[in-house]
């Protein structure tokens, strides 16, 4: 069972940045497309970004062209730039794999993006 961290999160001004981490207790990628996810407050959670293990990514497209995912498999870390943020991007933002089984959601970071 891999363990999942992630870090990074904390209150920025629209239009500002941050960048994320998801550290891992093992290797994360190999056959396992990995994903980065985010809830807000009364709303499901929702996969915002993914990268294979070919490098390929994908975006959902309310964050496209602001947000790029990468991964440091040396590191078994994932990390998720955020450019150009918007107070809709206020979130808890999670790591894990596109698919199921999962692995356990880890505690999250939270990201608050005033006006």
């Known amino acids: 069972q891999v363990q999942l961290v992630e870090s990074g999160g904390g209150l920025v001004q629209a239009g500002g940045s941050l960048r994320l981490s998801c550290a891992a207790s093992?290797?994360?990628?190999?056959?396992?497309?990995m994903g980065w996810y985010r809830q807000a407050p009364g709303w499901q959670r929702e996969l915002v970004a993914l990268?294979?293990?070919?490098?390929?990514?994908n975006y959902v497209d309310s964050v496209k062209g602001r947000f790029t995912i990468s991964r440091d498999n040396a590191k078994n870390t994932m990390y998720l730039q955020m450019n150009s943020l918007k107070p809709e991007d206020t979130a808890v933002y999670y790591c894990?794999?596109?698919?199921?089984?999962?692995?356990?959601w880890g505690q999250g970071t939270q990201v608050t993006v005033s006006v």
């Open positions: 894990n794999k596109q698919f199921r089984p999962r692995w356990d």
């Open positions: 093992g290797s994360i990628f190999g056959n396992n497309v």
């Open positions: 990268i294979a293990d070919d490098g390929s990514t």
